[in-house]
């Protein structure tokens, strides 16, 4: 009996496991709960950040960059040969000198002594006119008492008294030539400036067409500015015609800036002409902004503005009335903003009037009083219900318990990220 119940139980036990496993499964396939479905209107508003659009007026600033040149450059050149004997401190790169100051001098001895044979052939030549003079009054007076008719040329010593008034025209003109390569020998400054480079110095001999030294005026600098096509919309240029006339009387006002170590320092200036012609390679039109008197202590201090420095330029552009002034960061690259209508998130694509690096300029497809949202969410945040707060203080939403969040701990668990993060 016991072989049988051992028997009995191998076979009996494993299909009742069996049998008990399938119904098993069954039931949970059969019994499972229904998923949840999530209502939209169940969800917890999410806090961002607003602002409410008004109309105000901007000032278009175009961006652009430059490098520093001088209004005049020019090359000292000696105009007479000789020996350099003198070179003035104020010739130095470098160095700052006054129009009419005397940059170097050469040997002017031999100049010295050609004046003097001048000035003598000059003398020489005069008492030679006043020889020939009195020779041509006895002629006449001769010719009176024995003569009949009228005097010929030769008999009253005409052309003899000609040939010594050209002497003394040639020897004027011998003596102020002496003169002028006399005066030559010191090389005066034209105008205000300062030396770019020297490249001749004491002792050294030097010819006519040498070239001494170059120099460019100080009285103020210039800066070659491009614009492309879209920025030149937003600007009056003060563009010249051939009559002489201008389009604008306006010349736009300039801040230029230049980083010298970890300090950053501006200067201010207009700009003063148009160039007439469009780069051929950059398809940018030129304009040049002028800076006056850049060599001077003004009183913030800034160093002098050196010739071929690197510049960035500000220029004053046209002032927009009536528009929405909004961040940069509240657009996307699509040109679609997100409004908040109803504590939910609306998308709207609109057409930037000017934009730049911190801001975008909308002057239709916005009303003023909405609230547009500034935190930077994700292409699905279209109808995202929201709390927002605008300058820090939130805004009220529906009377309607399911879009409250549960409790202060779980709006604290997911703080708005601001467009400063």
Do not use: C
């Amino acid at each position: 009996m016991s072989i049988r119940a051992n028997r009995w139980k191998l076979i009996v036990l494993p299909l009742l496991v069996i049998a008990l496993s399938v119904w098993g499964a069954n039931y949970l396939m059969t019994h499972k709960p229904e998923p949840r479905r999530a209502d939209v209107k169940q969800q917890r508003a999410q806090r961002v950040d607003a602002m409410r659009l008004q109309a105000e007026p901007f000032q278009v600033r175009l961006s652009s960059y430059g490098v520093v040149k001088p209004r005049t450059e020019s090359q000292l050149v000696a105009q007479v040969g000789g020996q350099v004997v003198k070179i003035s401190e104020r010739l130095r790169t470098g160095a700052f000198f006054e129009a009419g100051d005397v940059l170097l001098q050469i040997d002017d001895r031999d100049y010295r002594a050609a004046v003097d044979v001048a000035e003598a052939l000059l003398t020489q030549a005069r008492a030679k006119l006043k020889e020939e003079q009195a020779r041509v009054e006895q002629a006449l007076r001769d010719w009176k008492r024995l003569g009949h008719g009228q005097a010929g040329e030769l008999v009253l010593r005409e052309p003899q008294l000609a040939a010594a008034q050209a002497s003394i025209a040639s020897a004027t003109a011998q003596l102020g030539t002496a003169r002028l390569n006399l005066e030559r020998t010191r090389i005066t400054a034209p105008y205000a400036g300062r030396v770019l480079e020297k490249r001749v110095d004491q002792g050294q001999v030097v010819s006519g067409g040498t070239s001494l030294a170059s120099i460019y005026a100080v009285d103020y600098v210039e800066v070659r500015l491009p614009l492309n096509n879209r920025q030149l919309e937003f600007v009056d240029l003060p563009e010249q015609y051939r009559g002489g006339e201008f389009t604008s009387a306006n010349s736009p006002a300039v801040t230029l800036s230049a980083q010298i170590g970890r300090s950053s320092y501006h200067w201010q200036g207009q700009i003063v002409r148009v160039e007439g012609a469009i780069d051929s390679r950059s398809r940018q039109l030129f304009v040049v902004a002028q800076v006056e008197d850049p060599y001077s202590l003004g009183p913030q201090g800034n160093p002098p503005l050196k010739v071929g420095q690197f510049v960035e330029a500000q220029i004053q552009g046209r002032l927009l009335a009536d528009v929405f002034v909004l961040p940069r960061t509240a657009i996307n690259q699509d040109q679609r903003l997100l409004l908040v209508e109803d504590n939910v998130l609306v998308a709207r694509v609109v057409e930037p009037l000017w934009s730049d690096d911190r801001h975008v300029v909308v002057a239709q497809g916005l009303s003023a009083g909405e609230v547009l949202n500034l935190t930077p969410l994700g292409a699905s945040a279209n109808g995202l219900r929201v709390l927002a707060q605008i300058e820090g203080e939130q805004q009220q939403l529906a009377v309607n318990a399911s879009l409250a969040p549960a409790s202060a701990s779980d709006l604290s668990a997911k703080p708005a990220r601001s467009d400063k993060e």
